[in-house]
């Protein structure tokens, strides 16, 4: 039988639910999906395609639940100062500079620099998500965006009708496109009123889609809510009936125990994204207390406005290190969790649960091949922890999107990545000037 691509020679860690890692193993696409794992000698090389990669590691593509991939324009530029001040500041620059035409440099840029690092699907909210979407596309990676939701004209001017056409529009052109999950984004319950909210959720339940809001990022967006609407900012979603399984909440960092059980109850998941509520001193989210609760928890960078840059190794490190000197308890997140958090419990919130996060027969062939020819991978007893504790985004070697290459030795084979960067450099000094004086 001939496959279209073998893999072989591959030390094969599956994120499956067993936690099963396979040494000289190989692995066989056909039509994109994976239709057989096993040793090399039984999978053989019978194949269109046959990639030998040395005994390096195979594992999923990452997924990353929360990001603003075109706000890597702005990397750098607003420091040292907490969200609110700090937003006012990012959407002055946001404001002078993005039209549909630089949020597609922006998210070219950004996603870009994502699957470089081995991220295969990425949840991203921000302005004009039509052109994130394409260039998702072109780059060949998985992206889940839709419509953006925010009182008042935005960055992109957008009156409440315009949303609602906007992201009706989005349903209508990606709707059952094999690389782009649409969705609804309305950006918060401090910047998004009730009705705007049901409104953003009721076109998303028409679709059958996802629906994604920041959510208890800071202690002062909980206390502006409690203010307006006499209730916590996880009640309140609840009590507007906003959370389900369709539901991924970026931060959650400022919720109690009540508020644990309502996710848990809800099946809603959380976007854990350490490095930016660091950065930003927003707080360290009960990420402990979340998982034993059974809310189902996984992991965004962010934006590289926030957190410098798009790196989900550091992510996945932090989440798993973080909250163990947090809790003075050294199982805090165990590592089995952790690779859950950018596998398994990623897919599951982006609804594909049954076609993403593991590398098993039957699912879809997103995967990346992690070199350990280097320094930091030798000796390697465990390569579950050499992936969560000792990983770089540099060791990522090549990556597969539904069988196809899409990163070959390091090197995008979707664009040219080098005319982005001169873009973005002769774009820099208006950005710089967005925010002087």
Known sequence: MTADLIVTNATLVTADAAGTVLHGAALAVEGGRIVR????????????????????????GLINTHCHAADSLFRGLVEDLALEPWLQTVWKAE???????????????????????????????????????????????RVATGGIFIDGPGVDGGSPEQRIADATAFFDEFGGHELILP????????????ESMRTSRDLADRHDALWSTHAAETRAEVADISARYGRSVIRHLDQLGLLDTRTVLAHCVWID??????????????????????????????????????????????GA??????????ALRLAATLHKGF?????AVTTGQALKMVTQAGADALGVGD???????????DMIVIDIDRPHAV??????????YSCTKSDVRDVYVGGRQVVRNRELTGIDLGGVLKEVSALAPSIARSIAG
Do not use: C
Request: hydrophobic share 45%; no cysteine; proline share 6%.
């Open 257 to 302: 125990d009540e508020e644990i059980a309502i996710l848990a109850r809800s099946g809603a998941s959380v976007a854990h994204n350490p490095v930016s509520n660091l950065k930003l001193a927003s707080g360290i989210a009960r990420i402990p207390a979340m998982l034993a609760a059974g809310v189902r928890v996984t992991l965004g960078t962010d």
């Open 355 to 365: 076609r993403l996060g593991s590398l098993e027969p039957g699912k879809l062939a």
């Open 95 to 141: 404001g002078a500079i993005l039209t549909p035409q630089t949020v597609r440099l922006g998210a070219a840029l950004g996603l870009a620099e994502l699957l470089l690092g081995g991220v295969t699907s990425v949840m991203d909210m921000f302005w004009y998500p039509r052109q994130t979407a394409l260039a998702g596309i072109e780059l060949g990676m």
């Open 305 to 314: 406005i926030s957190g410098n840059d798009l790196d989900m190794w550091l």
């Open 37 to 60: 794992i096993g040793s090399a000698g039984e999978i053989g090389t019978a194949a269109r395609d046959v990639h030998d990669i040395g005994g390096a590691i195979l594992m999923p």
């Open 379 to 388: 000796p390697m007893f465990d390569p579950l922890t050499h992936i969560i």
């Open 183 to 194: 969705g609804t984004f309305p950006h918060g319950t401090y910047t998004v009123a009730p």
């Open 327 to 331: 809790t003075l308890q050294a199982d």
